[in-house]
């Protein structure tokens, strides 16, 4: 009975796929990648999406990331059973040593681990990995750097997606510099991070993927010491984690096998091979779960929960609110202030939260949200007011004040004001579309025409990071995004969203939010702090509109009821590891 259940929704969903274009998914099918009932000791988890960036020292996507995660470890990770999400030791031996100034951190590592190359996991190992890390940031030409990260990064090479992270920019001198200044060799298995500069945030930020700790000797063998891992070159990342990456098809799957040497303790049961399949269609990504061909996926659709719930051999977990948002951020140069005000106060977001998310959202209400240390929910932040909004689009010179709906609405889905926006949403996945489609019909309200565009994910990054892709900066006035944190701290949602230094692009500068952002980085009084980022919160909520916040998410996960050890946590991190089948 089971198997003809499987069956049966293989050929559902291979329909559904044929139909919807994703002809790779199709012959995925025909050449047996769906499994039906053979699980054991297998698992196959599901992505939306599938990863660019293989480099720790490149990666800021959310895929990438999971890819890297099961391979490649950090010094720490969040221990994400604890609410406060505190950090603890994985490579590292315990918690770093600071000094009262913040610029000396210490930090003990584990002894006898080696990378899956047989490579010894050591200080002299970890001291390469952060020098290469701060190679890529490509500070004064890197000349502070020792050999042979004491050249500047080639003209045509990228610098480090996540740099935001690893930089502090001066706006009063427009001098740039990394936070850590070198790493010191104590003895074999201790070093210590000399910075430039005391960053609040840094402690959190030691369990981020950008420090995943990888092989120097296969990097060099590859030779990727001074250029970037790429699986478009047939690279491998190795690392001292749980699982040894295998293949990836791009935009189908990513394959992995278990460590059989690694360094912690193994149950008898834990997974042997790993599978990350990707469907850009999320109807057949979650109708393949129903199905029993995936095992776990951590974003089910709602519209969907009915059935899972109803499926006695799946359980559909929630776990409470995610730390997630999501928004629509404008090019700052082409929609300028007044334009981005009466946007965010034409959308309806209670229909969006009730109708289009099925009320499995919150609203968001500051750039930073609730869970997080000094979140602010109390300032005038955006709310559904559409007369508010015409009488914004009149101060600014269009419309007339004796206009109906109607006659905005006739505007708005006519010739608009010549303004030539759009909004830019994603291919994979169907909820950031469905959003940015009934936002562009809110506009209408107010004489806006905004139609929506859809191109990848990776199309999107690649123009907001580099000017580069299907479209240009200037083809994008508007873009739907989302953001999960990199580590516990509000920084985490400012500087890498709004600093000039940004490679998530706003395109917009404010002086006064720049000195806050940068306040907020070197301060480390909680007191203090809590200031800045009220200012912060403050400022962008009730004057610039950068963004508009729509949401943070519901924590849902589904997966089949023989996986067993999956953690949920409001921090997507997918820690599969601790997983069994029985």
Not at 96 to 107: A, F, H, R, Y
Not at 130 to 139: H, T
Not at 388 to 399: K, L, N, P, R
Request: charged share 20%; net charge negative.
């Amino acid at each position: 009975m089971e198997m003809e259940k499987k069956n049966l929704a293989i050929i559902i969903l291979a329909i559904v796929l044929a139909t919807s274009g994703i002809g790779n998914i199709f012959l995925a099918i025909e050449a047996g990648i769906i499994k039906g009932a053979e699980k054991e000791m297998s698992l196959t988890f599901a992505t939306i999406a599938g990863p660019t960036d293989l480099d720790p020292h490149m990666c800021y996507d959310t895929a990438g990331g999971d890819v890297i995660t099961q391979i490649a470890e950090s010094l720490y990770k969040f221990n994400v059973t604890d609410p406060a999400y505190s950090l603890i030791p994985v490579l590292a031996a315990a918690l770093p040593t600071v000094t009262t100034d913040g610029l000396n951190i210490t930090i003990p590592l584990k002894a006898g681990i080696k990378f899956t190359d047989g490579t010894d996991w050591n200080a002299e190992a970890a001291k390469w990995n952060i020098d290469r890390l701060n190679y890529f940031m490509n500070i004064s030409g890197n000349q502070g750097l020792p050999a042979p990260f004491n050249v500047a990064l080639p003209v045509t090479a990228q610098v480090a997606k996540h740099s935001a992270l690893f930089t502090i920019k001066d706006p009063a001198t427009n001098i740039t510099q990394t936070i850590m200044n070198r790493t010191e060799i104590i003895d074999e298995y201790t070093i210590k991070i000399v910075m430039n500069v005391p960053k609040a945030s840094f402690i959190g930020l030691l369990n981020f993927n950008a420090l995943a700790m990888f092989s120097p000797t296969a990097t060099k063998a590859q030779g990727k010491e001074l250029s970037i891992l790429t699986y478009a070159d047939g690279d491998t990342l190795i690392g001292t984690g749980p699982f040894i990456f295998q293949s990836y098809e791009t935009d189908v799957e990513v394959r992995f096998y278990a460590n059989p040497h690694y360094w912690d303790w193994v149950p008898y049961d834990t997974i042997n091979n790993l599978t990350m399949w990707i469907i850009e269609d999320d109807i057949a990504l979650n109708t393949a779960v129903l199905a029993g061909d995936i095992d776990l996926y951590e974003s089910p659709k709602p519209e969907f929960h009915d059935q899972f719930r109803a499926d006695p051999d799946i359980t559909l977990l929630e776990a409470g609110p995610t730390l997630n948002t999501n928004y629509m951020g404008f090019n700052g140069y082409m929609v300028d202030t007044p334009f981005r005000k009466a946007i965010s106060y034409a959308i309806n977001y209670s229909y969006v939260i009730d109708v289009v998310l099925l009320g499995e959202a919150y609203r968001l209400k500051s750039p930073i949200p609730t869970g997080i240390p000094l979140s602010n929910y109390g300032f005038d932040y955006p709310t559904f007011d559409r007369g508010a909004a015409q009488d914004m689009m009149v101060t600014a010179g269009y419309g007339d004040a004796g206009w109906t709906d109607a006659e905005w609405y006739a505007q708005g889905s006519g010739a608009g004001w010549g303004f030539g926006w759009n909004i830019t949403a994603q291919t994979e996945g169907t909820t950031r579309r469905d959003i940015a489609l009934y936002t562009s019909d809110n506009l209408k309200y107010i004489g806006i025409k905004a139609p929506v565009v859809q191109i990848s994910f990776w199309d999107i990054i690649s123009c907001m990071e580099h000017d580069t892709g299907a479209l240009n900066r200037g083809q994008i006035p508007m873009y739907m995004l989302g953001w999960a944190p990199d580590y516990i701290d509000p920084e985490n949602y400012i500087t890498p969203l709004y600093s000039e230094t940004s490679s998530i692009w706003v395109n917009t500068y404010d002086l006064e939010l720049e000195t806050w952002m940068l306040e907020g980085e070197l301060t480390v009084d909680p007191v203090a702090r809590k200031i800045i980022y009220d200012n912060i919160q403050q400022k962008l909520v009730e004057e610039l509109y950068f963004f508009v916040w729509y949401t943070s998410g519901k924590n849902y996960d589904v997966y089949q009821n023989y996986v067993h050890g999956w953690i949920p946590n409001a921090i997507a991190r997918v820690d599969l590891f601790p997983i069994y089948i029985s």
